[in-house]
């Protein structure tokens, strides 16, 4: 006997950060697996956790964004053209928050923070730019956050989030 998508959800609408604005859409199997892969490599990672950053983390945190992207990379390559099909599908919606709110992060912060080690700095609290840099990512983590819970609702994993609204048939 096939194995039955135990899932019910059949409409999704959301609301994205990075501009990407409101989704809607019906989630199909192949998205809400996607979804949840998504998910759970957002949510495992130390740059998304609403956490102090100690210590050494602020490069701890970059190198961790930068491994979103071939994580997400591989989650799309292997789920397929399917999830893609449109400006609201999983695939286009994974693709925009990586472009538009990511990358612009880590090409501010990333060069700045390797010159300043570069300049033969140790001290991660003697970096001028921290407390920025600190405030820059807290939003960053916000939006990211946003994310997640709506990658969980496209999984069917969970409503976390009054902002995000679903349909269940």
């Given at each position: 006997?096939?194995?039955?998508?135990?899932?019910?959800?059949?409409?999704?609408?959301?609301?994205?950060?990075?501009?990407?604005?409101?989704?809607?859409?019906?989630?199909?199997?192949?998205?809400?697996?996607?979804?949840?892969?998504?998910?759970v490599?957002l949510?495992?990672?130390?740059?998304?956790?609403q956490?102090?950053?100690?210590?050494?983390g602020?490069?701890?945190?970059?190198?961790?964004?930068?491994?979103?992207?071939?994580?997400?990379?591989?989650?799309?390559k292997s789920?397929?053209?399917?999830?893609?099909?449109s400006?609201?599908?999983?695939?286009?919606?994974?693709?925009?928050v990586l472009?538009?709110?990511?990358?612009p992060?880590?090409?501010?912060?990333?060069?700045r923070?390797?010159?300043w080690?570069?300049s033969?700095?140790?001290?991660?609290h003697?970096?001028?730019?921290?407390?920025?840099?600190?405030?820059?990512?807290?939003r960053?983590?916000?939006?990211?956050?946003?994310?997640?819970?709506?990658l969980?609702?496209?999984?069917?994993?969970?409503?976390?989030?009054?902002?995000t609204?679903?349909?269940?048939?």
């Amino acid at each position: 006997m096939p194995k039955r998508d135990p899932a019910q959800l059949k409409r999704v609408s959301l609301s994205l950060p990075f501009g990407i604005g409101k989704a809607e859409w019906e989630a199909d199997p192949s998205e809400r697996r996607a979804a949840w892969d998504l998910y759970v490599e957002l949510v495992t990672r130390v740059a998304v956790e609403q956490t102090p950053i100690p210590g050494d983390g602020e490069a701890e945190a970059i190198a961790s964004l930068y491994s979103l992207f071939s994580a997400t990379r591989d989650i799309l390559k292997s789920a397929g053209p399917d999830i893609a099909r449109s400006r609201e599908s999983v695939g286009a919606i994974a693709l925009a928050v990586l472009n538009r709110g990511v990358r612009p992060f880590l090409g501010k912060w990333h060069a700045r923070f390797q010159a300043w080690k570069a300049s033969g700095q140790r001290d991660p609290h003697a970096w001028p730019d921290g407390e920025e840099f600190r405030t820059e990512i807290r939003r960053l983590q916000s939006d990211l956050a946003e994310y997640a819970r709506a990658l969980a609702v496209i999984a069917g994993v969970g409503l976390t989030d009054e902002s995000t609204s679903c349909e269940r048939g």
